[in-house]
């Protein structure tokens, strides 16, 4: 598979990139400092900020997810790479405040320990900060290893429902509360149809064979387990929900948010189909489909599949969910 | 050859991996393709020309200082896990040169091995995961019996990078349980980890550095 993607000079591409995001996005979203991803218009200091990193060519992810009622500064790194800790340090630096800063990781290596560098230098210097981890990918492992278990585009959730929080002026403790509340109520599966080219290296990353598609894939379409023949969109909801729904014990009357992220060429279309099938295997269970999003969260550049993720709502989480926000990437009026 | 390493040797150290580590990129990008997504050769790149700034904007006299602030540079790399884990390499190097002017095999030695604790503080990956460790954990080993027995700096090199590229070279038959090519379990056999085999170069040069007849 020969790349094919407009592009300058690929040690460029991220600072371009990131230049045009925010020409995009006028009134929203700037860069400061050490490209650090910033509100145009800062929540007032007495309130919690919420601070993230990750790689770049996810997008929207994560940097789509700055603003209103979401994060205050979103770090972004290098292609599929994160950020490395003097950047983060100084993202923690512009967010502290005596409200207290809530710093929320996807679990990836060096994700992990950028962010755990930073926290302890921030510390060292004073910052109220603490840290929630996602790793809601139940293809790592089981729940009792978390370690062993990805942070996928179940972040956007925790992000929600957390930026809500912080911007009724709730505490850091109570916004680290929800935050993992949401975490711990969540589960998300990848499913890969096609693979996808690194923008730098032009290298193929996940080759999935010609009438094959594989569940369990991770966000850089790693290769790993669940190999097999391509399937409808109803039996591919089925294999997918089922597989969630056990990993969280679910049980009749519960509800969910379910999210569909389509993580690059797969097509809305195709998305309202697995949604169509997922609505209605969670009725026959008398469980119910309490809110859902559906479209690109959490990218893999041109690659084929999609993200399930399912969150398991109480009447506090849905009512931070429905709160409003403005983003780029996501906006509730 | 000189029996002490002040600031101008372990510039020339220094410089002597950054060399090591450009002449061979390519190769490490094409190891990194198999498991994970084929950046590490770029990623090193950007990390080693980190690491020559810091080195040319270092002055005065001070070990200490200069290993820190290629530490640093290194941690600034937005690169996934390699910058913090080579940040913290030469972080710990600094630590442990606190007070010294110059260093001799003994203490070049013990260095090495705080290098490693440093980045050990970073992950959990043991010895034989497929991980940089298999590169520094062997390297930092023979660094301090060549010390011990009582070697000479270029004797401690010359072993630290033997070690390495052994170490390097004995992750090819290794199954990743660290890193992205974990995922894909026994297909990572057959090909040594670009992690491992990155510190092997950086090793290698090193002794370059000191000695051009390397």
Request: contains cysteine.
């Amino acid at each position: 598979m020969a790349m094919k993607k407009l592009l300058n000079k690929p040690e460029n591409l991220v600072q371009e990139m990131l230049e045009g995001f925010v020409l995009a996005n006028p009134g929203k979203v700037a860069l400061e400092g050490a490209n650090l991803v910033v509100r145009v218009a800062p929540k007032s200091k007495d309130k919690v900020a919420l601070v993230t990193l990750g790689g770049s060519g996810h997008e929207p992810a994560l940097s789509g997810f700055v603003g209103e009622g979401m994060l205050d500064i979103s770090v972004p790194g290098e292609i599929f790479a994160a950020p490395g800790p003097p950047r983060v340090v100084e993202a923690l630096r512009a967010a502290n405040r005596d409200a207290g800063v809530l710093f929320i990781v996807l679990n990836h290596a060096g994700d992990v320990m950028s962010a755990n560098l930073a926290m302890g230098m921030a510390k060292k210097e004073g910052i109220n900060v603490k840290q929630v981890l996602t790793h809601e990918d139940i293809s790592g492992g089981p729940r009792s290893n978390p370690e062993e278990r990805r942070g996928l585009a179940g972040a956007l959730p925790v992000i929600k429902v957390a930026g809500a929080a912080a911007e009724q002026g709730r505490s850091l403790d109570e916004c680290l509360a929800v935050a993992e509340r949401m975490e711990a109520n969540m589960a998300t599966l990848a499913l890969a149809v096609s693979g996808a080219t690194h923008p730098s290296t032009g290298d193929v990353i996940a080759d999935i064979p010609e009438g094959m598609m594989v569940v369990g894939m991770g966000q850089h379409g790693e290769a790993g387990g669940g190999t097999q023949p391509l399937k409808s969109a109803d039996e591919t909801a089925e294999i997918m929900l089922a597989a969630l729904l056990d990993d969280l014990q679910a049980k009749a009357g519960d509800e969910f948010l379910v999210m569909l992220n389509g993580v690059g060429s797969t097509t809305l279309m195709e998305l309202y189909l697995v949604l169509r099938r997922v609505g209605q295997l969670l009725e026959a269970k008398g469980m119910k489909m309490a809110r859902t999003l559906v479209g690109e969260i959490l990218t893999v550049q041109e690659m084929g599949g999609f993200q399930m993720c399912i969150g398991r709502l109480d009447d506090e989480l849905k009512a931070l969910w429905d709160a409003p926000c403005n983003s780029p990437a996501l906006t509730v009026k | 050859m000189t029996n002490a390493i002040g600031c101008t040797e372990m510039a020339a150290m220094l410089r002597g991996a950054a060399a090591e580590i450009r002449a061979n990129h390519e190769l490490l990008g094409k190891l990194d393709s198999v498991g994970g997504d084929g950046d590490h050769g770029t990623t090193m790149l950007r990390a080693m020309a980190n690491l020559e700034k810091a080195v040319d904007a270092a002055s005065g006299n001070d070990l200490k200082s200069l290993l820190y602030d290629v530490g640093w540079a290194i941690l600034g790399v937005d690169g996934g896990a390699t910058g913090p884990l080579l940040g913290m390499f030469f972080m710990g190097m600094s630590e442990a040169v606190e007070g010294c002017d110059t260093l001799d095999a003994s203490a070049l030695a013990a260095a090495f091995e705080a290098g490693v604790a440093g980045v050990r503080a970073q992950t959990k990956a043991q010895p034989g995961d497929k991980t940089m460790v298999d590169a520094l954990v062997p390297a930092v080993m023979a660094a301090g019996c060549t010390a011990e027995s009582g070697g000479d700096l270029l004797s401690v090199l010359r072993d630290a990078a033997a070690a390495a590229a052994a170490g390097a070279a004995a992750t090819k038959d290794m199954q990743a349980r660290f890193g992205r090519a974990r995922n894909i379990k026994e297909l990572s056999i057959g090909t040594p980890d670009a992690g491992a085999t990155s510190v092997s170069f950086i090793f290698a040069g090193f002794l370059k550095g000191m000695d051009t007849n390397a």
